[in-house]
């Protein structure tokens, strides 16, 4: 019998827990005070007064731009907006049930085909790749959803903000300014988180001096897994399974009896509030207040609150984290639920290519070693006498 995949254990060293992989200077986490900030400002600050625009000019460059800079950004990113037509046809070609983030890590890696500078791997290339593929990304989600759905791919309008054309990509209506704003918001707070298990994939592949676009295929690819990126998901699947408030508490005690895990509760580096969290909870309440329901926000405020309690209790104290409220968030939005981690996607490229370029600035193949824990020196038997 084939043995389960297992979603924690490893014993002592397992998963490179608090191993400095190396320096960076794109983003700080103190997973004990539970700070982030990228290139110096705190996300809390960014949260409030910044846009997802600005925060890209901010990975990538490592400061804040000046009211040209970013102007100049915005137009080379509406600029490279749209999707070259052999993509759309290659999106049409999908099966029907195909799962978006299959369609977006094969139409990423196929992007490839179609880049002009597709041999040129110098910095300056690799800087106009990665704010092709930012631009790209959100049309790239848009457009699965779309065609699944037997529409046509909008084209961007280029009048509107990252925010605001995605879900008019998505939608096919204009959102208002608190949705837009919303979502603006939950871009800035995904946008970039050190070395997680995606960007660290994308840099490793780019260590090897493969390009970026194996590298951001290869962190589409890690983004997936339902202990990373996908969590938002299955926590929006968790809700829609309970259904109901008061089979909240059944459920949640149930669960955590048989020694299952809540998704989107739980860190692998903030020891207290993940504070990308604090926004989305907020978000989460105010949207369900605006829209006269706010159900999936006190359904998944008591689960959160009887997890903290029994597992402070268990000596295993555990928070929310960023997958557990945007669900509700994004769900509120009329995101449809496999879209969730997708659209982590259209928020961490910003991240993933500032890496990249990082790694590319000062690169050094990235190759650990195992600690061996096999046996040594056996004899070789023929197959025939084994
Ligand atoms: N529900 C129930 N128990 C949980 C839990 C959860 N969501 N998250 C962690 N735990 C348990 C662990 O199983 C562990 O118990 P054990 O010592 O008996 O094995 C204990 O709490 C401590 O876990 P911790 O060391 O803090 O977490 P980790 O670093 O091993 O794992 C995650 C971090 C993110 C992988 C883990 O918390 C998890 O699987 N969360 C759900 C998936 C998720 O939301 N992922 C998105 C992360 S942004």
């Avoid at 699944?148 to 054309?165: V, Y």
């Amino acid at each position: 019998m084939t043995k389960p995949a297992s979603t924690s254990g490893g014993g002592a060293g397992a998963g490179l827990r608090d191993v400095v992989a190396a320096p960076s200077s794109i983003c700080y986490i103190d997973g004990e005070q539970g700070i982030l900030s990228y290139s110096g400002y705190n996300i809390h600050d960014l949260a409030q007064n910044s846009t997802f625009e600005e925060v890209v000019f901010l990975l990538w460059n490592g400061r804040l731009p000046k009211r040209r800079e970013l102007d100049e950004l915005n137009d080379r990113l509406v600029g490279d907006r749209a999707l070259p037509a052999e993509i759309v046809s290659m999106l049409k070609s999908f099966p029907k049930g195909a799962v978006p983030m299959d369609a977006l890590r094969t139409t990423v890696s196929a992007l490839a085909f179609y880049d002009p500078e597709r041999s040129d791997n110098s910095l300056d290339a690799n800087r106009r790749r990665a704010q092709g593929l930012t631009a790209r990304f959100a049309t790239l989600v848009a457009a699965i959803d779309r065609i699944r759905n037997g529409k046509d791919p909008l084209d961007p309008k280029p009048e509107l903000s990252h925010a605001a054309n995605f879900l008019y990509m998505l939608n096919g209506k204009e959102p208002t300014d608190v949705e837009a704003h919303a979502f603006d918001i939950a871009l800035i707070l995904h946008a970039d988180h050190e070395f997680n298990a995606s960007t660290f994939a994308a840099r490793v592949t780019a260590g090897t001096l493969a390009d970026m676009y194996a590298a951001i295929t290869s962190a589409v690819g890690a983004l997936s897994g339902p202990l990373h990126g996908g969590a938002n998901e299955q926590v929006m699947k968790m809700l829609l399974e309970i259904g109901s408030p008061e089979k909240v508490d059944k459920y949640v005690h149930d669960k955590l009896e048989a020694g299952g895990k809540i998704m989107g509760i739980g860190h692998a580096v903030y020891r207290t509030e993940d504070p990308r969290a604090t926004h989305l909870r907020r978000m989460s309440k105010e949207i369900g207040k605006r829209q006269g329901d706010t159900k999936w926000f006190d359904m998944s405020h008591r689960i959160e609150e009887i997890v903290v309690e029994e597992m402070t209790r268990k000596q295993k104290p555990i928070r929310a984290n960023v997958d557990f409220y945007s669900a509700s968030t994004y769900y509120m939005l009329g995101i449809p639920v496999d879209l969730y981690t997708p659209i982590f996607a259209v928020s961490r490229i910003a991240g993933w290519t500032a890496h990249v370029l990082e790694q590319l600035g000062n690169n050094k193949l990235i190759r650990p070693r195992s600690e061996y824990t096999g046996e040594m020196d056996l004899k070789y038997i023929p197959i025939d006498q084994r």
